[in-house]
């Protein structure tokens, strides 16, 4: 739509990446605010949330890199430092967030789910608003569309209306967001309760994140490597958090109930 914004004599700058740097600017103010509610220690939230960050840039940049375009980067290896292009995946991005974010808290001996539940809300917006700068981008699009939402791109000689997929995923992830929230002030975060309920509101974001993940991919149209048993990869990691997230929610009610029938 707005890949570049044109500043005449001082050239142009991305869309996706000025877009992302407000946003992400914002949501660590959001972070701070958040710590200070939930009664946090602030600086273990903006520690956790700069290795959040920076796993998602490595991991986003890498997965795209050997998994996306392998030949090309090997053919150019430079451009692989040339992230201004583009070219990241978010589910690349969460698996290095997980791996920075898990060795912090096991060194820290902190809780993972713990600071897992404190983050899920701020990711679900940031996964939601984030989308945007792909619709900006024109990335991310989605098929053939003849509903009346449909969308076409500039970089499209034929102009094809398509399924404007960034935007579902901004309403899925924002209505996620949302949920987290409402789930959170169900229970004060001091409450005898609190082991209990320990991970159910970052479980419940895998879940639904993930549903929200399989609807998408499968409007898509971009290349996003491989499939796999008519699946594309992201489409299996989805599958994936949705059977953790099952498996994770199942135990809290099951430690829920044992916990009630002692009383």
Request: overall charge positive; some cysteine.
């Amino acid at each position: 739509m707005f890949p570049e914004i044109h500043l005449g004599a001082l050239g142009t700058i991305p869309t996706y990446l000025l877009y992302l740097s407000f946003l992400y600017t914002g949501l660590v103010f959001y972070t701070a605010s958040r710590a200070h509610t939930r009664h946090k220690d602030t600086k273990t939230a903006l520690d956790l949330t700069l290795l959040l960050m920076l796993g998602g840039f490595l991991g986003g940049r890498l997965f795209h890199v050997f998994y996306e375009s392998p030949e090309f980067y090997l053919k150019q290896p430079k451009y692989i430092l040339y992230f201004w292009n583009g070219g990241f995946v978010f589910y690349g991005g969460l698996i290095g967030s997980i791996l920075l974010t898990g060795i912090y808290t096991l060194i820290k001996k902190l809780s993972f789910l713990e600071w897992g539940d404190f983050f899920a809300p701020i990711i679900a917006l940031g996964y939601g608003l984030g989308r945007g700068s792909c619709f900006l981008a024109g990335c991310c699009y989605g098929k053939f569309c003849s509903m009346p939402w449909a969308v076409s791109f500039d970089w499209d000689p034929q102009k094809l209306p398509r399924h404007p997929t960034q935007l579902y995923a901004v309403f899925w992830e924002l209505a996620v967001f949302g949920i987290l929230i409402w789930l959170e002030r169900r229970h004060k975060p001091n409450s005898t309760e609190e082991q209990t309920h320990r991970g159910r509101t970052f479980y419940v974001w895998l879940l639904l994140s993930s549903i929200g993940r399989l609807i998408m991919e499968h409007y898509r149209d971009d290349f996003r490597g491989a499939d796999y048993g008519g699946l594309s990869i992201s489409s299996w990691i989805s599958l994936g958090l949705f059977s953790l997230a099952v498996a994770g929610l199942s135990y809290k009610h099951f430690a829920a109930s044992k916990r009630f029938n002692k009383t």
